[in-house]
């Protein structure tokens, strides 16, 4: 894995987390912590660690960038109909948090 593409899995994974963390029930939480897992599990769980610490509260922020990071995943190899599904999933676990 090159530089520019551990830089953006760590940050799709940084915001997830932030997310999970913040969110407003188990359930999301937990659908949160199901988009990580999938994500680890597309990179062979070689993944940077994820630092949810000083980022925003906001989970509208949170779900912008980690959507936009997500994204630009295509850009380093990762096959688009995968981005679309983990992004569907991103979307489910939103829809559970009641933002």
Known sequence: MLLPHALTLAQARSYLA????????IDASSAYERVLIEL???H????PSADAVGLT????VLL????SALEALEQHGVDPLTVELVLAMLDDAYALDGT
Do not use: V
């Open 18 to 25: 932030a997310l999970a963390d913040q969110a407003s029930t």
């Open 44 to 47: 062979g769980d070689e993944c």
């Open 40 to 42: 680890d599990r597309i």
């Open 57 to 60: 509260e906001d989970r509208a």
């Open 64 to 67: 912008a960038i980690a959507t």
